[in-house]
């Protein structure tokens, strides 16, 4: 029984945690993010804090089981710059449960307004160690067997890595397509590795009703995300790498929390079999308002 107890209490400090942001901020904005690897064009408004946690139930079947994710913090800093903080961690089945590493990310809006396809940079400096299981993006020829190193082993390898994207998003008629290229630099002087993710979703109802409702159509979205490797510059292409395929559902409460969900279905003998990603997220209005209250 004592093998059992990482994951229920991963699970439970997740749980209590979320219950406390749900108490602490009576009365957020509304959240809007159904993707869990692919990014579109949506930026945080300016002061504006989302806290999301965003575990993983893995069942890799030729490695361990294991729970992984992330915990975010996306802060709005201007209106063409969001900037995210990430606390990554894993419990595998039967050994151990570890931090592993930190990620610092940055988005850039370059034009202002909405386009037919609006451009989006990303770039972003992650410090983890190779038994991270987060599993935020699949690049190189990552695979099913690098998530079967133990714990205590994969933990002593350093990734410092500068990661960047080219997010490509156009939204019509209610649709969102997203398109996301993805470099990816480790800093001890290894070659560039490659990947993408491309997600569509949609809401299932456009207007909006008349009065605040948490059930109502128009708070549910549906959609789908596809992601996987495309090798190194020397082996750039789709043989040998992984491949990733999600329906995605999300629900927005009116108070500003957001519920999302993934069952995903690994494409071929590099991938994992299944998991399952969840994401609850939590909106706090004019952050920096709270913040300098704080300190008068």
């Not at 229920?8 to 108490?23: E, G, Y």
């Not at 989006?120 to 038994?131: Q, S, T």
């Not at 290229?181 to 299932?204: C, H, T």
């Not at 969840?278 to 300098?292: C, L, N, Q």
């Amino acid at each position: 029984m004592a093998r059992r107890r990482p994951f229920f209490w991963r699970l439970f400090l997740i749980c209590n945690f979320a219950s406390l942001i749900w108490v602490a901020f009576p009365k957020p904005a509304k959240a809007d993010k159904p993707y869990f690897v692919t990014y579109d064009d949506e930026m945080e408004e300016p002061g504006n804090l989302e806290i999301s946690f965003n575990p993983l139930i893995a069942l890799p079947h030729t490695a361990p089981d294991f729970l992984g994710g992330w915990t975010e913090f996306e802060y709005g800093a201007k209106g063409w710059w969001t900037t995210e903080f990430y606390l990554d961690g894993q419990s595998t089945w039967g050994q151990s449960t570890i931090f592993t590493g930190y990620r610092w990310e940055n988005r850039f809006r370059p034009l202002a307004n909405e386009h037919w396809i609006t451009p989006v940079l990303y770039v972003e400096f992650e410090d983890i160690n190779g038994a991270d299981k987060a599993l935020a993006e699949v690049v190189n020829h990552d695979s099913v067997d690098d998530l079967a190193v133990p714990n205590r082993e994969a933990q002593t390898e350093k990734q410092r890595e500068i990661e960047t994207k080219l997010i490509l998003s156009s939204n019509y008629r209610g649709w969102n397509i997203s398109e996301n290229f993805i470099g990816e630099k480790n800093l001890a002087n290894e070659p560039w590795e490659f990947g993408y993710a491309v997600g569509m979703s949609r809401p299932l109802a456009l207007a909006a009703s008349s009065e605040m409702c948490g059930l109502c159509r128009e708070n549910f979205k549906a959609g789908a995300e596809i992601y996987g490797g495309l090798g190194t510059w020397d082996q750039f292409g789709f043989p040998g790498t992984a491949h990733y395929l999600g329906p995605i559902l999300s629900w927005e409460l009116p108070n500003g929390t957001s519920f999302r969900i993934s069952p995903t279905f690994g494409l071929n003998g590099y991938s994992a079999r299944f998991f399952i990603r969840f994401g609850v997220s939590y909106e706090v209005p004019r952050f920096d308002r709270i913040i300098r209250r704080w300190f008068r």
